[in-house]
């Protein structure tokens, strides 16, 4: 894994604000993108690590995950359960770390699927995107939100349309003055001319839902 961010072009990130002017406005008012993967994701050992992670933190809060994350390392030792460790540990220890039946069911079934061949993580970054969400998304309980989550940050792709996130939604909303957060299927097409940084738009749709959420708290 490499420890460098990847970053785009000062050509293409011109060539971005040109295709959307609304968003040109926002990169100019918010910090500079500082490139993905992040600094946890490139931390993680492998990619078997970062997409466990991602499990345990869907649907939580940063400090709710980030407790139950540091209870399951504990089973272990000083990391994550590596895949041949976890599967050797009871569905009751990991509950009892704070994690549902649910969660505990797809690391199950992560650490089985990568210890028998059925998950070929080791070929994560020869795969299109389409083609990584269509194979990672075998696993239970793991769909194309996580699947993105994971090229974002741990694979540092660029033209990444994260349509399913929340936080992205919200953002979109602000950006265009809507009513209600677009659909994912609304939300895909308002990306398109985002490409080839799709993954960089994102990013500032949650710098900007950070900004809004700021200003209302000062209000």
């Known amino acids: 894994m490499t420890s460098t961010a990847n970053l785009p072009t000062a050509a293409q990130l011109a060539a971005l604000r040109r295709a959307d002017p609304r968003l040109a406005d926002v990169m100019r008012r918010l910090p500079q993108f500082p490139g993905f993967p992040d600094a946890v994701q490139r931390a993680d050992a492998t990619h078997y690590h970062a997409l ?3 499990v345990v933190y869907q649907q939580l809060s940063l400090k709710a995950a980030a407790t139950i994350h540091a209870r399951v390392v504990q089973l272990a030792g000083a990391e994550f359960p590596r895949a041949e460790a976890l599967v050797r540990l009871s569905s009751a220890q990991l509950r009892a770390c704070g994690l549902s039946a649910a969660k505990v069911r797809s690391l199950q079934d992560l650490a089985s699927r990568t210890l028998d061949g059925r998950l070929r993580l080791e070929r994560a970054g020869r795969l ?11 696993v239970h309980g793991i769909g194309p939100w996580t699947v993105h989550m994971f090229l974002l940050f741990r694979l540092g792709r660029l033209d990444v349309g994260a349509c399913g996130d ?7 909303r602000y950006l265009d003055g809507l009513a209600e957060r677009p659909t994912p299927a609304q939300a895909l097409r308002r990306m398109e001319c985002w490409r080839p940084l799709r993954s960089v738009g994102c990013w500032y749709m949650w710098r900007l839902l950070d900004a809004e959420r700021a200003a209302v708290k000062r209000t």
């Not at 995107?129 to 075998?138: A, P, Y």
């Not at 929340?166 to 979109?172: A, D, H, K, R």
């Open 52 to 54: 466990a992670r991602a």
């Open 166 to 172: 929340m936080g992205v939604q919200e953002g979109l």
């Open 128 to 138: 299109a995107d389409e083609e990584l969400v269509e194979h990672v998304t075998q």
